[in-house]
């Protein structure tokens, strides 16, 4: 970014999630209203303003300088789990501990949902080796 601290997502007045139309409309309707040929203001602020309006867009409709940007500034498109801060220092205290916030299996016991779905899936198992069974038997071809 040059002198200004405003994210060029602020300067578009977009989020930083928004697709590469919604970047492309917002560029196109500031930029109109920018540009220095068309606008009410003195020639210096309209040309500092599209010149600005001009970077932004080039970095965000770029998608590896986006993805550049988005990293070097923290934003991201994606909803991603974050662990609170109370909680970070004890998991840097440990020797190698997953940075992620989501939950290992093991660190949690089974929920009543997924005890019924493993019960499932067993009954399923069982009664399809004892269909395989029945159909060996049936047919006379069980080599047991």
Request: with cysteine; charged share 20%.
């Amino acid at each position: 970014m040059s002198q200004n601290s405003v994210s060029y997502y602020t300067l578009l007045n977009i989020s930083p999630w928004a697709s590469p139309q919604m970047i492309r409309r917002a560029y196109r309707e500031l930029s109109k209203q920018y540009h220095p040929d068309t606008t009410d203001l003195p020639v210096a602020i309209a040309k500092e303003k599209f010149q600005q309006l001009n970077e932004a867009y080039g970095t965000l409709s770029n998608p590896e300088s986006r993805n550049t940007y988005d990293l070097k500034h923290g934003y991201s498109r994606f909803s991603v789990i974050q662990t609170p801060i109370e909680f970070r220092s004890t998991v840097d205290a440990q020797p190698y501990q997953s940075r992620s916030a989501y939950l290992d299996p093991s660190d949690r016991p089974l929920s009543g949902g997924e005890l019924f779905a493993l019960c499932l899936l067993g009954i399923t198992f069982i009664g399809c080796v004892a269909l395989v069974i029945l159909v060996g038997i049936s047919r006379g071809e069980l080599a047991v």
